[in-house]
Every structure is written in structure tokens, then in C-alpha cells.
């Protein structure tokens, strides 16, 4: 018999006895714990988060067994969790504009299967990326946008994922999201920016990095909040440029590390490694 | 009451119910486990390691009763284990010859309170270095080492570290240690290399790093073995180089990469965050 | 009248006068220099490098006309030098084997038009990837090889290739060229080699950087040279591994670098930016 | 004879010719141009700027008739330049607070010859860093500053540098200068921040990229201008971090990105690699 793998992700607040409750629970159902990681906020009086990934052994894979047995030991520590199949794909909503290159990016990487995500479906407010779409056979919703019909179109987006979609990435979207819509996915709508927030919130960061004469620019992938570009940051990285670099040369310099930032955030986040908390997250890589 | 801090690290053959196991006898001797690492080369037949920081909360620390407790669960799964004091200074000896950045630098976070050690002695085979030393008040035994009075020195030199040192470190010293000084010194060696292992192992590794026209250089910080620069790896980096540069140029670049790779090898050396297996480190950073 | 540029690219051995006679040189022939890279391996003795872009200001581009006023300085001189049509594409051909990552992304490249190349041809030693060729309606010459029929494949090839291509890129090509095949594309055959070389040469990289323990992994694009993974560096970049990643995911985060390791060779290769000499690079970025 | 190196600092109109005029006046001075580097904000109307690095070879060295030589030209292309003794040591202040790190860091480096600087004095608002200066032997200038005696304390200070120091390194000097003396050592004073800019502009960069949740952090060297944080960039650095560190371990791994990003913007300072522009600035390395 295969062994069957489970991710437990806990997060309450902090004191003695969290984790050896859970691991003895793990062992009485029948698991062996094959990963943990943990932190804590501060270990008097702050938040625990636990991410454990345990095989079912023996027997068959039983989760209302495991769900039973951790009901109780849940309630006591008043734990925040969730019990997901390990490596179970995601669905994931594709949302693009014209820039093709993280489209692509991801598109690839999940052909490829370094992604464990389903693709149901792609949205845009222009049409220019459909063909890259359509080389996939996925579908693409060609819904342009403007000041007059903004809440209209959200709303028919969200009736094209509801049931379809469990998260979002814009993949360079160039549309803000209104606060309802943001409401709806909260922490399960993942954004690139680029630029290594909060330097350069907002419209043209390349533009502005050129002007202010950087010699570093960056990419951040996070989770989208109402305020703008100012949500828990996933993950971050950076490139050297120097004088030579006009506007152009960022831009091209900046590609290579928004494609590799937001696919660390995406696969980060379907393996469920990421918590968050307040405006920041645990991220266990 | 200030609690007190200690820290658990744990290796035995991988098998269900370890994590139970040790974080109730945690919780039964009074301790609250606010950091744990765990790792498994595999998790069926792998070795597992576990590094575990916890508080003893209500009562005065008592390692005794804990010891007491926690032997059975150590037989049960045959561990190999220790029981440390968290940050309690261990006692490092430094060994150098001539170039004195990696030894300033030691010196200086040890000074300023960043690296929690000890260092009873400084052991050179050049007098160049002893100002330094003086600066600090260290004590520093200028031992000339050649061909005809090799083992003589190293004898020496182990009497003055019996009952003294730890563990030590190599902050560019030049000589090859015998086989039998490294057996006594098992895994408490710490060599800083000037490369990026494997690549320029022995000597002369930024000369032929330049003839070879590498694009990057690179620093190693390894446990010392009894075959030359093949041992354990701790930490490494490296830095950008180009066509400019001559070897001049690769050895102040290095400099800065062996320093810090240097740094952060010690601190998580006498943090107890480093375990050996075969040839390869576990670093739960 | 839009200006036309020129790039213009020297070798000779250094002495006194180079650059008022070149650049006099230009300037007669009507040139504005925008751009100006040198580099001497020693100023007394050595060889000079110089990569100079110019634009034609007044008059329509007249190449021969200063061919031959430049003639006498390069004899005077005794210069190696070549003058090309900055930004006009260079014809690539790609080599692959099964791992598409890199073909894949050259592709997206050149599509975007990142890169200013045409590309005659794909040549493969497996199927696997002509659906990608497909797509780009590419022509994908399917060879197999074998030991039996390797240098019969090699004539095949030379063939495909005369005329056709200027240069060769190995996108994870994993056969070794032939000594004949290799001179005949000397210094335009450019391979991505998936560790940090001279780290791991030959077959296998990821898995004994695994075995090894190190805490980095690379990818080198360089020139491919009889002597197997020896030939001149071009580029090289690295990321960060640690205890937990097992080969497959040394070869997933590997994937990464490879990838911009590969395309900033072959941008700076084809924008005449990098210059041979023995076994090295000047790479004028 | 040795020959003698100069550094010639061009900045002027871009317009066709220049390179021609400069490097014919070079050779007729009797110089050999061993690096040369140069860069346009725009072929058509931009701002060009150069450095050169030439030897008198045959002759002593004779300033004066290369000035004379080079006044035309200088006049004919309406440029500003320099000409500087390579390698010449310029006298550097240091400004110091509390934090030693990069003031210890500097004082090693010139101690073993990598900057090529003299230090005529130490200035500080504290006494705390008193005894490094007096290891080294340098006048160590406790001047504590509140807002009752700003002005005059600057006034004493810009006494004590009158005639003895060419540049200012402030080594986290935590005092902002006012606009007059900024304005008197204008490109010559050198800061380092501890975030990269233009995040996290003024107090508190640490805290603030810890309550931000950012996932590197970094630090920029920059020169002073009026507006506090807001001058030329010359270096910046980033280091990755995670959810684990506090703030505590912030300072502690931003203070290794501070001292090497601080060392290498003094260092092309005194090389006379740094062009200011505007609000930027062109680094020839």
C-alpha cells in the first residue's frame, strides 16, 4: 500500500502542551510525521503556527478518524485548522493584461508539472493573450474593463469563479481589484509587483526606480488586501542594475525576477506553506 | 523567574511516534517548546534529526530530572542526544598564520557581544598576528611549524587545548593538520576555505579561479576531515567577479565572502544548529 | 534621417595610441561613438579588447567607405577587429534533447523579441519536444543517435547547418559534439552546462552536488571546446540550496538559473559583447 | 622608471568627436590610456561623461603641460574635468555614533591597506567609540550635540575639517546635518542608510521592514544631499530574511550588508569612480 500524505496547518495562541497534543493525536490516528515546522510570535502570550505533513501508514487513509480524534485536542488550544491531501491540485484562476511574460511563465511551469494547480480558466481585460491560452486549450474570458462598467464586470467574474476557482494570481493584471471582490477572496489572491515593496507602491515602479537612481530593483508577490500593494509580502527578490540601465533595461532585467518570485509564491501557497498573520505571513520553505 | 532555556538535539533511526514521544517528556519535566526543527532523510529507514529549544517555565531548571525522564524515550528509539544550555559560551580556539581578515572579524563579533564565545587561546605559525591578539588580551602561541617538527607542534598544541577549547577554528591558517589531530577534534574543526567546494580544492584557489575565468567566486566553511577540503560543508557564497578582475582583485573580493560565510558557520556552530551525517551538514537555521 | 549603428570590435596587442587613432577613425568617417568598452590584460605587453558603438550622424551608412579608412590603423596595429550591423539578428541554431526548460524559454524569448535572433532550425536527438518547435513552426530535424551512427549524424548536421545558421546553442543538448564538429563552430557554440563549473563537470551535476552536501548550486554558459565542459565562460550565477533539497529539487530550483544563465550568454553573445581570448571572456556589459 | 598613473574626469555636452579629441591630447601628453570608460544619458543631447586611466611612460610625469595641452579641448566641449594623482590617498573624516560596526569595519580596511585613505580625525556625538580611534592612534572629537548647541557644534566641526579633510564618511552617524554644511561638502559626503532606499527613508528602517513583513532587507550609501535620504545612490545591497527574526536579527544581518555596502561606495569614491548626476550617479567599475 501507497502511503497516503496529509498537511495539517494549525495556528493559536501559544502554550505548553501544543505539540505533543498534536503529535500524540498524529500517532493514535495512525500517521507518521514526516516534516514540521513551527513558530511562534513570541512564546509567552504570542500566536503558535504548526505545518505538519504526515503519511497514513498502515491503513488506509481515514480523515474523519483524524478529524474525531483532533476535534477536542482543536478546541482546547482554540486552534485556527485545516487537514489537506498533500500535492492535491488547486484550481487556479489566471488573471492577465497584455504583459504576457508571467502568463507564460506559469503556464509553463505548470505544463511542465512544477505546479500542482488546475488551470479553469483565464481572465483578461484585453484580448492580446489569447492565443497563449488557446495553445493550452484554456479557456479565456475576454472582459475589457473601464470607469463605467468596473463593478459590473467583477461581478460577472465572480460569478465565472465561483465554484471553479480556489485562488487568484494576477499575472501582471493591471486592474485594482474593488474592496468587495478583495473581500471575497481574501488571502487567496496573489499580486506581483514590480518592485521590492514598499519602495515604489503603485503605477510605473520601473519609471520611478530609473528616476530615483537605484542600483538594486526587485519583485514582491503578495496577497491582496484593500489598500493598495500593501498586503502580507510572500516573497521578494531583487537584480543589480547600474547607470546604463534606461527604463527598457529594468523592465527586461525586471522580468526575469517576477516570474521566478511569483512562481515561489504560487507554489508556496498551493503546498500550503504559507500562513498569515496580521499583515505578514509564515512562510515554511 | 526568568525562565531558562535549554536546547535539545536529537539523531536515531526514523520511525513513527519520535515527535509524541519527546515533546511529552518535554511537557512533563515543565518545558514549553518554543523552537523545533525536525528533518528526515527519509521517512522510511532515513535517519532523523531534531533540534528542539524549549523553557522550563514554572520551576527552577533541573536537566537532572529531565535527563532522568527523557533516557527511556532515547533507548526506546535509539538516539544519540545532548542536552545544551541555550547560548552558554562555548570555548573556541583560533588558529592563524598571516592574513588577518577573518580573524579580525571573529574577534570582532566576539567582542561585540555577537558570537557567544569563549576564546582561551589564538595558535599561529607566524608572529604577525600577535598585536591583534594583544589588542584584546588574548593569549597567542607563536609556534613556528616546518617539515621536521610537524607532530612535535601539533602535541604541543594539544596540550594547550586539553581541557580548554571546544572547538576550533581555522581563520585561514595555512597548515594541514595530521590525521590523528582531526580524529580527536571529530567535527569540531572548522575550516574556512577560499572557494566555492568542490570547485579549487587545495591550494591557490583564487589563482586558478582567475585562470580559469570564472564568473563567480566563492567561500566554504567545512568541518575538517582527514582528506583535504572534503569534509562536511557548512555554509558557502559567492560574489559576482569579471574580466577585470586579477587575482588581486578575487582575494578582496573574497575577503568580504569569507568573512561572513566564516561568521555565520561559527554562530551556528556554537548554537547547535549544525548536525553531521556521513558527509553533509543538517543547518536548522 | 534615422542614424544607422555600427558595432565595431578589436583585438591587438596593447600599445601606446589605440584609441586616438580608432576613434579619430570613426570620427572622419563620419561616426558618433555612443558607446565604448576596453580592456587591456596588462597595459605593458598584454592584449588590447575594445567594443565601440557608433552611430553614422550625417550621412547614410557607408560601411565601406570606412572599412577603408580603418584599414591602415587595423594594419598598424596589427588588429583582429570585425564590424557588424548593431541589432541585426544573428541565425541560431538550437540543439535539444528531452528537457525542454531551457528550449522553451529561449523560445519565449526570441518570440517576445527579447532577443534579436532568427532561428533556422532545431536539431534533436529525441522527439520529445518537436510539439513545442510546433507551436513556433519551427523546423525540428529529429536525429537519432547512437554510438554506431554518431559522426554520420554529425555530417547530417554540418549539412542542415551550412549556411543556414550562424551560431549553435545547446539548450540541455546531451550529447557530446565531435573534436571536427566543435572546430568547425569554434567560439559559436555556446552550452549550458547545469552546475557552477569547474564544479561537477560532466554527467550528473545535481546529483553529486547532492551527494556532496553544498549549500549552492549553479549553472555556467560557456563555449563549447574540445575538452569537455573546459571551454571559455560566458556567465554564471548560482542559488541557494540546503539539507532538505533532494535531487529533484536541486533540479527544480537548478531549472531557474539555467534558464537566465543560458539567455544572458546568448544575449551578449549576439549583441557582440563577449570577446575570446585562451581559454576566458571579456564580456563588455 | 615606473611610470605614473593619472585619472582624468570628464563630464560635458554630448557631441560628436569628443573620445578623438580626448585620447589624441592623452597620447601627445605622452600617455598610455589603460582603462577607459564612458557613458551618455543620451547620444542626442545628453550629458557624457568619462574616466580614464592613463601612464606616462616615457617621461617624468609633467601636469602642467597636459593642462596646457587639455585646456582647449576642455574649452571646445565646454567640459568639466579633473585630473587626480591615481591612487593618491584623500583624507576621509569619519562621523560616528554609538554603532561600531562600519566605523571598525573602515578603520580595518585602511589598516590593511584596501582604502587608500588617510583619516585626519574622528568626529562623534558620543564617547562610545573613543577607545577604536585610540587603538589606531587617530583624534577622536567627542562633540555631544542637543538642539540647543546644533549650529554652533556644526561650526566647530566644519573648523576641524577646514584644510584636513577632502571627504566625510558618515559611519552611522545618526545626526542629520543642516543644509548649509551639506551644502559645503556637497558630493562629498558620504552616508550609510540602513534600508534600501527608497524604502524605509529615516528613522528606524529595521522596525519598520520587520512590522512591514518584507522578506529582504537591505542597506544604500549614498551621498548627503538637503533632503534627508533622498541623494544619489552610489551602492546598495540587499540579504534575504524570514518570519523568524525580530528585529534583533535584522541589525544583526543588515550590519554585514551595511559594512561591505559602505566599504565599496568609500572605495570608488577615493578611486574617483562616482560621477554625480543630477540625482544620480555613474559608477565605473
Known sequence: MIPTARTLLISCPDRRGIVAAVSQCVLEAGGNIIRSDQHT???IGGIFFMRLEFLYMDAPADDSDFTRRFAPVAERFAMDWRLVRTG?????????????????????????GELPVKIPLVVSNHPDLE??????????????IDKTNH????????DLLEGEADFVVLARYMRVLSPSFVERYSGRIINIHHSFLPAF??????????ERGVKVIGATAHYVTEE?????????????????????DLKLKGR????????????WHVEDRVLIYGNRTVVFI
Open 88 to 112: 492535491e491540485p488547486k484550481r487556479m484562476a489566471l488573471f492577465v493584461s497584455r504583459l504576457g511574460h508571467c502568463f507564460v511563465d506559469v503556464l509553463w511551469r505548470w505544463h511542465s
Open 228 to 248: 493598495l500593494d500593501a498586503g502580507p509580502i510572500i516573497e521578494q527578490d531583487v537584480v543589480r542594475v547600474n547607470h546604463r540601465d534606461q527604463v527598457a
Open 41 to 43: 510570535t513570541d512564546p
Open 151 to 158: 463593478l459590473e464586470r467583477e461581478a460577472q467574474i465572480l
Open 131 to 144: 492565443p497563449v491560452a488557446a495553445q493550452y486549450g484554456l479557456p479565456y474570458h475576454y472582459l475589457p
Open 201 to 210: 507602491v503603485g503605477a510605473s515602479p520601473y519609471e520611478r526606480a530609473c
Open 256 to 267: 526575469d525576477i517576477e516570474r521566478v518570485v511569483l512562481a515561489r509564491a504560487v507554489k
